[in-house]
């Protein structure tokens, strides 16, 4: 019930295309929902995060969804581009903790 | 560069050693976490201090351990290596709440 499982585990997308990667989790208690992006050699940083009383959050090109009934959020990656190309980690978070759950992680590669 | 200075980058040591790794947060940042992010596996948590007391544990294992100091650095202490333990092993500090920023990490051989 702790899991968050993430989808796929390595992605290809064309230069200016959509990239999206999926996360899906069971328990109904996390109520923060953060997308980091780790370059090699670095540590994660956070890219955008969404609480779920919202169904959609945008900045700039990165975009989450969030279906709270389906328990799935996804993150999409709108006009890709080769600087994208990156590790992606979904989470999610109890209140009142601060520790996050992460998934295992999407490889996205944009080809130029 | 995060402002999350972890030491050393890399580490190489022998099974049934003892390691110290070594976190520096964000100026002003009270909140130290340690994560371990393995091949295989996503991030996984290990543990968190705040302001040199411990508030949260995951699944360190009985041979690691942790501190955070008056100065508010942190270390982690692995003993009786294994292969196993080869991984990243993360810092991330944040001021309070969830927002919180990594480190670059210290990669641990264990051979």
């Known amino acids: 019930q702790q899991q968050v499982k993430q989808s796929p585990q390595s992605l290809i997308v064309q230069k200016g295309g959509i990239s999206i990667i999926n996360c899906a989790y069971e328990?109904?208690?996390?109520?923060?929902f953060p997308w980091y992006q780790q370059f090699p050699g670095k540590g994660p940083a956070l890219l955008i995060a969404i609480r779920p009383d919202v169904s959609e959050k945008k900045e700039g090109r990165f975009t989450i969804s969030f279906n709270k009934s389906a328990k799935q959020f996804s993150l999409h990656i709108m006009d890709s581009q080769p600087g994208d190309s990156a590790t992606y980690f979904c989470?999610?978070?109890?209140?009142?903790?601060?520790?996050?759950?992460f998934g295992t992680g999407t490889r996205l590669k944009v080809l130029a | 560069d995060s402002g999350v200075t972890q030491t050393p980058k890399h580490l190489i040591t022998a099974t049934g050693q003892r390691v110290t790794l070594r976190c520096s947060p964000r100026s002003g940042d009270l909140s130290v976490y340690w994560y371990q992010q393995s091949l295989d596996q996503g991030l996984q948590f290990l543990i968190q201090?705040?302001?040199?007391?411990?508030?949260a544990k995951g699944n360190i294992l009985e041979r690691f351990s942790a501190q955070q100091f008056p100065d508010l650095h942190s270390e982690l202490n692995l003993s009786s290596l294994e292969l196993g333990d080869s991984a990243l092993y993360f810092c991330?500090?944040?001021?309070?709440?969830?927002?919180?920023?990594f480190g670059s990490g210290t990669r641990l051989t264990v051979v």
């Open positions: 328990n109904t208690a996390f109520d923060y």
């Open positions: 991330a500090s944040s001021v309070v709440g969830r927002r919180y920023t």
């Open positions: 989470a999610a978070s109890i209140p009142g903790t601060y520790k996050y759950i």
């Open positions: 201090y705040y302001n040199g007391e411990e508030r």
